[in-house]
């Protein structure tokens, strides 16, 4: 099964700054690269598919990049309702992963 | 509006079964693939497997392969999660989650749009 790696585990950051978040996988993926958002108490929301699309309703300040092992998402100008946990998930290969997730808060 | 509600709370003790259910609405709930994905308590997302209500075409993770069995009641736009003999180790909260792909959902030869709605989930709880 491919593993995938987040990193940060935790982010603290302030609201208005620019955040990017890591997310590798122990082997190539090609772009089949999602990014969910989870707020305590809530079921996921889908942010991003295919690595870099974003999906209907998603603001503009996110976005997804990469490809094969290495993907980012960037959050420009946090906002107060962005403090939530983010997963990556490969839906490359059978069975689909989750990365262990990022936990953004706020400093 | 497209929703997938789901079941309420459930409290079992090891070794009992149980069936949890997620019933879609708003859409052509044969036409989707539906998944299972189990969060357990402070922890990340997993993937149960996924299925196709219109042929019960099914993908089991490996992890949950021979512990649960999936199954669709057509006439009430529901799917089921069901297990046989529960562990302590299942308690989790279960989400259903409808994923836009096409074909056998193979993002590598279809096309492929993620899950675009979650049920509410449901909370699964295990204890002796």
């Known amino acids: 099964e491919i593993v995938m790696t987040q990193s940060p585990a935790t982010l603290s950051v302030s609201p208005g700054e620019r955040v990017t978040l890591s997310c590798r996988a122990s082997q190539s993926v090609s772009s089949n690269l999602d990014w969910y958002q989870q707020k305590p108490g809530q079921a996921p929301r889908r942010l991003i598919y295919g690595a870099s699309t974003r999906a209907a309703g998603v603001p503009a300040r996110f976005s997804g990049s990469g490809s094969g092992t290495e993907f980012t998402l960037t959050i420009t100008s946090l906002q107060s309702e962005d403090f939530a946990f983010y997963y990556c998930?490969?839906?490359?290969?059978?069975?689909?992963?989750f990365g262990q997730g990022t936990k953004v808060e706020i400093k | 509006e497209e929703q997938l509600a789901q079941s309420g709370a459930e409290v079992k003790k090891p070794g009992e079964s149980l069936r949890i259910s997620c019933q879609g609405s708003?859409?052509?709930?044969?036409?989707?693939?539906l998944g299972w994905v189990r969060q357990m308590p402070g922890k990340g997302l997993e993937w149960v497997g996924i299925?196709?209500?219109?042929?019960?075409?099914?993908r089991y993770s490996p992890s949950f392969q021979g512990q649960v069995t999936f199954s669709i009641d057509k006439s009430i736009n529901t799917a089921y999660l069901q297990w046989r003999s529960l562990k302590v180790s299942d308690t989790a909260k279960y989400y259903c989650a409808r994923i836009r792909c096409g074909g056998d959902c193979n993002p590598a030869k279809n096309f492929y749009y993620g899950v675009d709605v979650w049920g509410q989930g449901t909370t699964v709880t295990v204890s002796s």
């Open positions: 998930q490969q839906c490359n290969t059978w069975p689909w992963t």
């Open positions: 708003g859409y052509i709930f044969t036409s989707f693939w």
């Open positions: 299925f196709y209500p219109g042929d019960s075409d099914a």
